[in-house]
């Protein structure tokens, strides 16, 4: 049988996660699930785990291995695992994601009350310590990273505050087995965020640091010192574990981490480029930017409030209390100072590392939210009276109304955050037409057959990039179309020459009326060749679509293709193949030109290529070439000369006079007759290249 008080307090934080989890659905449903997610960030995230998630169904589970031990992760290994994790448990598309977020803010809160109860031997600290934490707004931030956008900030925030619970747990590293839990959540932590080891191994130093100087200065004190030495040698143990587990994995991705954080952010110019997008010019700016931001974007008006009110409590039981003296210690107690000395360092660790770096972000400083919420607790419980039989009670009646308005008031920020529309429902018949503009996209990629297409913007913004028309493409038919950013892939931009070639690139081109003017050098850049950019895209693509928003219309170009059929597991064979187009696409662009690979050891002769449209009257045969480039082939079509049969399609069956059969070289049963390799490029054009 369970205590009556663990009883209910088991039921009341099983009610409040109940009620959290029904408010995530109605807001999840209501404001994020009917429009393609935003910001860079989360894309690259959600797509590196839906391609992490197909790569389990098609492989098995061994994947996740492949990919925790694979190179080429620079911010954290383990976010796309647990992502993957949740899509095939849970199924479905970005709401399982998530789903990791809330379970991550579950333990946070589970841990942060069951804390706060045993640190301050009260529960009502326990739901101080709830209360305050409801009370931040950092799961509700705009402008991303809270609990419905899909990147590692919001779990770290999470993680971060889990680990701070269990070094209090640990009494501050006293006890060896929670100072081992408290490196098992800092390896889970880092593996996650790879930076947050220089949070943990700098707030450890400076802790290890004061509780090395304690000892030396009371050294007279036996029992104080032998405490220390023993938090000594467990912050060890505990530090030791950390880096025995996590050093590996770094290593393993030191060129990806070497190359985002300091080319990205300590050598490259970019860095400069996001500080002044923030309005950073002076070093004032720097060192003011993540407090003004932690308090203003991530703990709030109705933190600060709730703050106040619990420490005035405290305060207040201290003045009630029946004898003006405490009852004599047998001994230093030291728990209460290492608590705050501890939680403080917890919060001054990541603003030192986050603010030297000049690339600053308002999402990141979020992540001190628990060991605030804690130090706010520590604070209260160490001007509170302790619990003896001198309290009076309206001391402990005013504890237990603090407790009561604190939560009480966190539930209503809670509340009042999930009944109001997010800035993004204004805009939502905007965000639809951008919801059918990505769909297009997706739509023409798969008839085409582009599993990775490449695709240039002539703006840079959360929305218009390669990341929401492959999220769109994998959550609306689970089609893994991978766009790859072309022109628009950097806020620094590209000069003339290297702009044009990455248009020529691209299989899709998004121009936009949107002046192009702001902070990101790439504006200065693109506006002096725009024209010329535009230019090129009206003569040598085709318009597929034009998109009024509400401010601004988006023209999307497509490189002129033809669709492919009869081709047999990724080969054409003896039986040939057709080409589709329209009739209008084929008398802009009357040169098909086909490349791909081939294996010409194994064809006797070089295959001849012969070319007919059906008509009416019969077949009409056009030019066709087949070439040898190097290991590779380039069929050619020349439509020029002929005239195309009436109707809006035009049908060109392609037959060839050479192939080989594998089976003859014991390769099992596949007695196909094959030519070359599908075509890796299909592409229309105005005439042969080198022609006049």
């Not at 009042?416 to 905007?430: C, I, K, N, T, V």
């Not at 950019?533 to 219309?553: G, Q, Y």
């Not at 098909?592 to 010409?600: E, H, K, S, W």
């Amino acid at each position: 049988m369970l205590p009556e008080k663990n009883r209910f307090n088991r039921t009341v934080l099983l009610g409040l996660i109940v009620l959290e989890a029904l408010l995530f659905t109605s807001f999840y449903t209501r404001e994020v699930a009917w429009y393609p997610p935003d910001n860079f960030d989360q894309a690259s995230y959600l797509i590196e785990t839906y391609r992490l998630q197909e790569r389990v169904f098609a492989h098995g589970l061994g994947q996740l291995w492949k990919v925790f031990w694979s190179r080429g992760h620079a911010a954290g290994v383990l976010f796309p695992i647990e992502g993957a994790l949740a899509g095939i448990i849970i199924g479905g598309t970005r709401w399982p994601q998530l789903c990791v977020l809330f379970l991550g803010f579950c333990g946070l809160q589970i841990a942060a009350f069951t804390t706060a109860r045993a640190a301050w031997q009260r529960r009502v600290y326990g739901y101080i310590a709830l209360g305050l934490i409801l009370s931040e707004t950092t799961l509700w931030f705009l402008d991303g990273g809270g609990l419905f956008d899909f990147r590692i900030d919001f779990l770290a925030y999470c993680l971060y505050g889990v680990w701070a619970c269990t070094v209090l747990r640990s009494q501050l590293f006293l006890h060896r087995y929670w100072s081992l839990g408290c490196a098992l959540i800092g390896i889970f932590l880092v593996l996650n965020r790879f930076v947050t080891l220089t949070y943990l191994l700098g707030v450890s130093a400076g802790f290890g640091l004061f509780c090395g100087v304690v000892a030396i200065f009371w050294r007279r004190d036996a029992d104080l010192v032998s405490r220390m030495q023993q938090r000594l040698i467990n912050l060890g143990l505990s530090t030791a574990s950390l880096t025995v587990v996590v050093v590996p994995v770094l290593l393993n991705n030191w060129r990806a981490i070497e190359g985002y954080y300091v080319l990205g952010h300590a050598v490259g110019e970019e860095k400069y480029v996001r500080a002044a997008v923030l309005g950073i010019k002076d070093l004032q700016g720097h060192l003011s930017f993540y407090p003004n931001s932690i308090a203003q974007h991530h703990l709030g008006s109705v933190f600060f409030g709730t703050s106040a009110i619990a420490i005035c409590c405290g305060l207040a039981t201290r003045i009630l209390r029946r004898s003006p003296r405490e009852e004599p210690v047998a001994r230093h107690d030291e728990t209460f100072f290492l608590q705050i000395i501890f939680l403080v360092g917890a919060i001054i660790g990541p603003l030192v590392v986050l603010t030297v770096d000049i690339s600053k972000s308002a999402v990141v400083g979020g992540i001190v939210g628990g060991p605030a919420a804690l130090l706010v607790v520590a604070v209260t419980a160490s001007v509170a009276s302790r619990p003896s039989p001198r309290e009076s009670v309206l001391g402990g009646r005013i504890l237990a109304g603090c407790a009561v308005a604190v939560f009480a008031f966190g539930l209503y920020n809670q509340l009042s955050q999930a009944s109001r529309h997010w800035p993004a429902y204004a805009h939502r018949q905007d965000l639809k037409l951008l919801d059918e503009l990505d769909k297009s996209l997706a739509d023409l990629a798969s008839e085409y057959g582009w599993t990775h297409p490449g695709i240039s913007y002539d703006v840079i913004t959360g929305w218009l990039n390669a990341g929401p028309p492959t999220i769109s493409a994998f959550e609306q038919s689970r089609q893994l179309i991978e766009f790859q950013p072309m022109l628009g892939n950097g806020v620094l931009g590209v000069d003339r020459a290297k702009a044009m070639s990455l248009l020529k690139q691209s299989d899709f081109a998004i121009f936009t009326t949107l002046p192009k003017k702001g902070v990101y050098p790439f504006y200065a850049l693109i506006a002096s060749y725009w024209e010329d950019l535009k230019a090129w895209a009206d003569d040598n693509m085709v318009i597929a679509r034009i998109v009024p928003f509400s401010s601004f219309t988006a023209t999307l170009y497509v490189r002129p293709t033809a669709r492919i059929s009869g081709l047999s597991g990724g080969w054409i064979t003896s039986h040939g193949l057709s080409l589709q187009t329209t009739r209008s696409v084929l008398e802009r662009f009357p040169i098909i030109r086909l490349t791909g690979a081939a294996d010409y050891s194994r064809l006797t002769k070089l295959p001849s290529v012969e070319a007919s449209i059906e008509t009416e009257k019969g077949l009409l045969h056009t030019p066709a070439s087949f070439n040898r480039v190097g290991g590779n082939y380039e069929i050619a079509v020349d439509t020029s000369s002929l005239r195309l049969p009436p109707g809006d399609s035009v049908d060109i069956r392609l037959d060839f006079d050479s192939f080989f059969v594998r089976e003859a070289e014991g390769t099992g049963n596949d007695v196909r007759e094959l030519v070359v390799k599908t075509p890796t490029l299909v592409q229309l054009l105005h005439q042969q290249p080198g022609s006049a």
